[in-house]
């Protein structure tokens, strides 16, 4: 079995170590051995596993070590990533028991990815790394998903859709076929994408429209 720690030991993280458990109850593969989060002080215990520190006590771990970045807003994770600088730390993808792959030699995953349980992924689907998809997500055929993407529960993607980097869709997206989303830009809970959005503004609605947009 393999070292493996949580970055993160908010909410999601306390979610991801029932992902870990649930991939061991199949076939044992990780050892988790703790958290890891700037924010929690060292030697709490938490869901029966203790915090081991901050970036600063990963970046001084001595073992080969397995993270997991329980992390949902894309440039936080990015930000985080950049300062781990260990060679000791891998990232793993992670991938519910319950997923469904339509098509696995024509589904690319990427690395550090986070797939929770009850989602389908068809064929012919590109998934960049780092990328969440929450629980129940639904990804069709010809879809593309860039680095750091977050689609957070029952969020659904048709298919021919491309989906840059750093984009965050909040619970019950829809995004329909043959469309895109711009890098960095932010859906809010159950909208609907029925046209292509641009990059860098949150965009809210049925069918979705940008409010506000932010600079690169």
């Keep these: 079995m393999q070292d493996i720690a949580i970055f993160g030991a908010g909410g999601f993280g ?126 069709g055929h010809d879809t593309v998903i860039k680095d750091y993407a977050a689609f957070m529960p029952t969020c659904n993607i048709s298919g021919e859709v491309v989906i840059e980097e750093g984009v965050y869709c909040g619970t019950g997206v829809k995004i329909i076929n043959r469309t895109s989303i711009g890098a960095n830009t932010i859906v809010g809970a159950g909208a609907v994408v029925a046209k292509p959005l641009p990059p860098n503004c949150t965009a809210v609605g049925v069918p979705a429209k940008p409010i506000k947009f932010r600079e690169a």
């Excluded at 215990?45 to 070590?65: H, M, R, S, Y």
């Design 14 to 139: 306390r979610e991801i170590l029932t992902l870990i458990q649930d991939v061991n109850r199949v076939s044992p593969v990780w050892n988790v051995v703790g958290f890891f989060d700037d924010g929690y002080p060292k030697g709490e215990i938490i869901n029966g596993f203790e915090t081991l520190g901050t970036c600063e006590d990963l970046n001084a771990w001595e073992k080969p070590l397995a993270i997991t970045l329980a992390i949902g807003t894309p440039h936080i994770k990015k930000n985080i990533l950049s300062r781990i600088t260990n060679p000791r730390v891998s990232f793993p993808t992670l991938i519910h028991p319950s997923v469904l792959i339509g098509d696995r030699d024509f589904v690319e995953i990427g690395k550090g990815c986070i797939i929770c349980a009850a989602n389908i992924i068809t064929t012919n689907i590109e998934i960049g790394n780092f990328v969440i998809l929450n629980l129940a997500c639904t990804t």
